[in-house]
């Protein structure tokens, strides 16, 4: 999954500085994966523990995106959201285009079958998340 949240270092808080930045994105469109807020993922283990679940458990926020598509929501929402962004496009490029010492998997959307089956979770799809935690971010940003 691909784990972002409102601190540390992540995804959606790069793309963020760089397009408030005004330079210009490149990002990978040839892997498939699934954004997933942290705190979803807290509440998903929560749900865990209150049920005594044991084994192994997947957990990501619903659908699917490429990490292209991802940057151009995160641009197009955090605009929505108020941010003060200087770059409007995203350049697609593949993952030859931009190399990195960890290989990785061209799709790596995990099962959640499992959770939703046991728990009856309602699992937020990946971009209602992200509009959530980009006004949650926001929010935090100008108080």
Same mark, same amino acid.
């Given at each position: 999954?691909?784990?972002? !949240?409102?601190?540390?270092?992540?995804?959606?808080? =790069?793309?963020?500085?760089?397009?408030?930045? !005004?330079?210009?994105?490149?990002?990978?469109?040839?892997?498939?994966? =699934?954004? =997933?807020?942290?705190?979803?993922?807290?509440?998903?283990?929560?749900?865990?523990?209150?049920?005594?679940?044991?084994?192994?458990?997947?957990?990501?926020?619903?659908?699917?995106?490429?990490?292209? !598509?991802?940057?151009?929501?995160?641009?197009?929402?955090?605009?929505?959201?108020?941010?003060?962004?200087? =770059?409007?496009?995203?350049?697609?490029?593949?993952?030859?285009?931009?190399?990195?010492?960890?290989?990785?998997?061209?799709?790596?959307?995990?099962?959640?079958?499992?959770?939703?089956?046991?728990?009856?979770?309602?699992?937020?799809?990946?971009?209602?998340?992200?509009?959530?935690?980009?006004?949650?971010?926001?929010?935090?940003?100008?108080?």
């Amino acid at each position: 999954a691909w784990v972002y !949240g409102v601190h540390g270092h992540n995804f959606v808080r =790069t793309m963020l500085r760089l397009a408030g930045e !005004g330079r210009p994105l490149r990002v990978v469109d040839d892997q498939t994966g =699934t954004p =997933t807020w942290a705190r979803d993922i807290a509440g998903a283990i929560t749900a865990l523990l209150q049920a005594n679940a044991t084994g192994l458990y997947h957990y990501t926020s619903a659908g699917r995106v490429s990490w292209c !598509g991802f940057a151009s929501a995160i641009l197009s929402e955090a605009v929505n959201a108020g941010f003060d962004i200087h =770059t409007q496009e995203v350049e697609p490029i593949t993952t030859a285009e931009y190399p990195t010492p960890a290989r990785r998997p061209a799709y790596s959307v995990l099962d959640t079958g499992k959770i939703r089956a046991e728990l009856g979770l309602v699992i937020p799809a990946w971009r209602d998340s992200l509009v959530n935690m980009l006004g949650e971010l926001h929010t935090c940003e100008t108080s």
